[in-house]
């Protein structure tokens, strides 16, 4: 009970919030070349947000394990990484719904961003493949926690891969000299960023809980197995 | 016609959030339930 109470009031707090960006988003102010079409950023946005954020804390979990050797670091990173993924699905989904009526199409492979987002979901795949192919405990960590630092080089690459090369994507939104919005649709992206930063800490607390249970019941399961070996009698045989 | 993309964006993405957070949630409640029938 006093467990599951904070991650209980974190969960309705994140349902309250995503409920205000929903209401935010819908109501705020159209865009005046894009008209409705930009509350879809609304969605879009937070989405690649997490998922910048879920791949960095799964960098840190993976260096945590390397350099402490604690599980709980690994399990931090694997829940991490399931997150990102189910966000970077989001921010590709909702992409593709936004750039064809915008751009006239769904996918370019020849945008940076675009290919380097779905390179970064796949090589994310990956490693929740990599981590289901090794049964060991430890060199699971270990060959995951290698591949999530490596791995964490696309976040900035995709951040600034409009700014390095050519694009179809817009060029930075908020910038040191201000942000190029009108006043109600940076509140309704604010309170959306928020609210799904809010629900992907949710989210972690209860895929980790998942992950810590797993654990203990394959330990479980491995103890129980160890106590039905019968000792072997071996008396009379010398 | 700009309703539709909007819409299908928004059913996407609280689509894809509800369905990994119920499932994640009964993973931990049937590992619950089931370390629970163990105890002796």
Known sequence: MTRTLPRAVLGALAVVGVAAGLWLALTSSPDVFQGDYVRIMYVHVPGSWLAFLAFGVTALGSLGWLVTKRMVFDRVAEASAEIGVLFTAVSLFTGMLWGYPVWGTFWDWGDPR???????????????????????????????????????????????????????????????????????????????????????LYLMILRTSLAVQEAEAVATETEQAGRTVAKPNLEGLS | MSGGFIWASYLVTYGLIVGYAVTVWTRVRGRRLWSSDRQP
């Open chain 1, 114 to 200: 675009m290919a380097s987002t779905a390179l970064m979901f796949f090589v994310y795949l990956g490693y929740l493949a990599l981590r289901r192919s090794i049964a060991d405990p430890v060199g699971r960590a270990r060959r995951s926690a290698i591949l999530g630092v490596v791995a964490v080089v696309q976040v900035p690459l995709v951040y600034f891969s409009v700014t390095l090369w050519r694009s179809l994507h817009q060029g930075m939104t908020v910038r040191p000299d201000g942000i190029a919005m009108d006043g109600s649709m940076v509140a309704a992206l604010l309170v959306n960023l928020a609210a799904f930063t809010v629900l992907y």
